[in-house]
């Protein structure tokens, strides 16, 4: 089955430490996009990639690295430098361009205590 | 950049009608449209294309209006699974894209 997966589902860490979520595709999709959405709120783009070993900063990009290696796979690492990082946090993936919908996977619910 | 829908929520009975508009401050190239239910991952509904192409679901309907820079979602007959929060994302020039602030629907019996 083709997909979008995103693990952990939960991830629990303590303040100071840089934390990755993966994110990986089997749609064959050039473009990968990670969001963040906290309660009651829209959803925010981090950072997007529409290649392999391109992607550029989205709105909130501060705080947050990515890296694009492979087509289907492109994780976010949350790092200290994030002042607020429980959220939870969204990747999609698309064929290129705009003209094609975002499937999105699971989420992953990042708290930070 | 970011779109502004409204109304921000609304509450309907089971049957009527409802219309949620999207609004952007860029000309547009694409306009998408997203429900979310609580917890879940946003699911697509449609795509509206520069130009007049549409694609997505049968049962939802949609308009684009590229010069004021405006979408508007038509759910008619409402049903109770329809209840959730819509999104619109917005696809601009250089394949920038992003979401709007989002409309909470919710259906009662």
């Given at each position: ?74 994780p976010l690492t949350v790092t200290s ?20 919908e975002q499937y999105f996977g699971p ?7 | ?61 949609a308009s684009f209006n590229e010069k ?42």
């Amino acid at each position: 089955d083709g997909g979008i997966t995103q693990s952990p589902k939960y991830l629990f860490r303590k303040e100071g430490q840089n934390v990755t979520l993966s994110c990986e595709q089997n749609l064959n999709h050039d473009a990968m996009y990670w969001y963040r959405q906290d309660p009651g709120q829209g959803l925010r783009l981090i950072y997007y990639s529409q290649i392999v070993n391109d992607f550029q900063k989205g709105d909130i990009a501060e705080g947050y690295s990515v890296s694009r290696e492979k087509k289907e796979s492109f994780p976010l690492t949350v790092t200290s430098a994030q002042k607020n990082p429980t959220a939870f946090y969204l990747c999609a993936s698309s064929s290129q361009g705009n003209s094609y919908e975002q499937y999105f996977g699971p989420g992953t619910r990042l708290t930070v205590t | 950049q970011q779109p502004v829908q409204s109304p921000q929520a609304v509450i309907l009975r089971e049957g009527e009608d409802a219309v949620i508009n999207c609004s952007s401050s860029k000309a547009l190239y694409s306009v998408h449209w997203y429900r979310q239910k609580h917890g879940e991952a946003p699911v697509f509904l449609m795509i509206l294309l520069k130009g007049g192409e549409q694609k997505g679901h049968d049962k939802i309907s949609a308009s684009f209006n590229e010069k004021k820079q405006q979408s508007s979602l038509y759910l008619t007959a409402s049903q109770l699974s329809y209840s959730g929060t819509y999104f619109c994302g917005t696809g601009l020039t250089g394949n920038q894209f992003y979401f709007g602030t989002g409309t909470s629907l919710t259906v009662i019996p």
